[in-house]
């Protein structure tokens, strides 16, 4: 019988492991980059397995957060400073809808130049250019063993 604990205890360890190894590797994993994605819908790759992204929607950005608000949204704003000019900040909101699977869809997607000493300019429609998973959903069996080691 003690063969057997061992055993069981030494396969628990094993698939703990790979559960961790895989959580890891899912973490700031490019899932799509490419031409400005403004509209209509995209297959994101894996895009199921976060909780957390980050979407950038200029090059030279260091880009904005996403939150998962529910099992089909994706949501957050950021801002940034001197992408359009010399004293001007941007803000931009984001939102990713996932239809079935690991299509995607941009629902929401505004930004606005702030111009320090004159008035704002009319908002605009917002891009991507790049789509990173940043934070992954933990995995059952990950989350069962912390339940016990928490005990």
Known sequence: MEEKKIFNLFYEDRVTLRAVLDYFSLKNKVLWEGDKWQSGTKVILGIND???LMVYPWPA???????RTNDTTFAGE??????????????VGVVIKIMEGDVASFTYRVYMHHNGGANHNTYGTAWLQKIV???PLLPAV?????VT???
Request: proline share 0%; no cysteine.
């Open 142 to 146: 990950l989350q069962k063993s912390l």
């Open 149 to 151: 080691l928490l005990k």
């Open 133 to 135: 998973g940043r934070e």
């Open 50 to 52: 976060y909780k957390t």
């Open 61 to 67: 950005y260091n880009g904005i957060e996403l939150e």
């Open 78 to 91: 950021g801002m940034v400073a001197n992408i359009s000019a010399d004293q001007v900040h941007t803000s």
